[in-house]
């Protein structure tokens, strides 16, 4: 993953709700994938497994994260432990046949989750957070990001 997207992620977190973050999970994963993808298409080794390594981090997270009070917790949890046995597949074999599976498991998942986020409307689980607006000033070649800095971040004494 480049820096640009951990920073895209980094952002999309901190100024996430519940719902978007769980969002936010299942595009790292993704991501994740199409690197390790890449990683062998190109035999970057290192690569493909540190991509591989992090998706199934990100996929432990979120089996983490599921509330076993609700019936549907109990499928995702089989549904990731899925995945990570996949990737584990691809990891010690060399092959994206493992990569390919999980990732049929988690586009759809991903999708279902991104249009809950979109629906939830609750507050941001982060407070003090820096603002971003992306457009208000234009470079010659790009768009310049302008941080709304505010004196009342982090602890409060």
Not at 7 to 17: A, K
Not at 137 to 155: H, L, M, Q, S
Request: aromatic fraction near 8%; include cysteine; charged fraction near 30%.
């Amino acid at each position: 993953m480049d820096q640009e997207a951990v920073t895209t992620f980094t952002r999309r977190i901190t100024n996430g709700n519940k719902s978007q973050i769980i969002a936010v999970l299942f595009d790292m994963v993704l991501v994740d994938l199409d690197d390790a993808t890449e990683g062998l298409k190109n035999h970057e080794q290192e690569e493909y497994m540190e991509a591989l390594r992090h998706a199934n981090e990100v996929l432990e997270h979120l089996q983490n994260a599921l509330d076993f009070k609700y019936d549907i917790s109990k499928d995702l949890y089989s549904l990731y432990d899925y995945c990570k046995r996949s990737i584990a597949k691809s990891m010690y074999s060399g092959r994206d046949e493992g990569i390919n599976e999980a990732r049929e498991v988690i586009e759809p998942l991903a999708e279902a989750f991104r249009e809950v986020a979109e629906n939830d409307d609750s507050a941001p689980l982060m407070e003090n957070t820096q603002k971003i607006a992306a457009g208000l000033t234009y470079g010659k070649t790009d768009v310049n990001e302008a941080v709304d800095t505010n004196d009342n971040r982090g602890f409060l004494a």
